[in-house]
């Protein structure tokens, strides 16, 4: 899914697999964690919930990271709570917090 330009404020989160540097020494299980990483990312930002939130949540995955943004669409609190709140619910149904 091609990343929509942006100029503006946003948020910004950076995830990784804690430990992969270790779990590369077993190379089917390093391939297995990737693919279980960017599957589960890429499920979470294609959800409907985060794509029809008034401040979706947007992000691409390299290596055994990930970069989450959500672009801020307005400029009060609230619509700033709504880009944190969902960019927060995302990376929580990814699993990464409990």
Do not use: W
């Amino acid at each position: 899914m091609p990343l929509e330009n942006y100029h503006g404020e946003t948020f910004v989160a950076f995830i990784d697999i804690s430990g992969f540097k270790v779990l590369m020494k077993d190379t089917k299980r390093a391939y297995h964690a990737l693919d279980k990483f960017y599957q589960i990312g890429y499920e979470a930002l294609r959800s409907s919930r985060n794509r029809k939130h008034s401040q979706p949540v947007d992000g691409i995955f390299i290596s055994d990271c990930g970069i989450l943004f959500s672009r801020i669409n307005g400029n009060d609190l609230p619509d700033k709570l709504g880009a944190l709140q969902n960019m927060l619910e995302i990376i929580k149904n990814m699993g990464l917090v409990h």
